[in-house]
């Protein structure tokens, strides 16, 4: 499994959407309705998921499901 797909299922999984909703380009509130609670949930979930630590000033620059992947792959994930 990709990174982008691993990310991909964590986002349906905690927002609870359908795969064809969530594609790269995909926005977690515009996109998905996602609200700040859902998208704190979602990148604590990352953060367990993956073994990093996500910055307030990191978090305010995640706004689509590309934005995740980018920032695992500056930490080193892949």
Known sequence: MTLEEKVIKLVIDQLDVTKEQCVLETSFIDDLGADSLDIVE?????EEAFGV?????ELEK?????DVVDFL????IN
């Open 62 to 66: 995640i706004v689509t499901i590309k």
């Open 73 to 76: 792959k500056q930490k080193g």
């Open 42 to 46: 979602l990148l604590m979930e990352m």
């Open 53 to 57: 630590e996500i910055a307030d000033e």
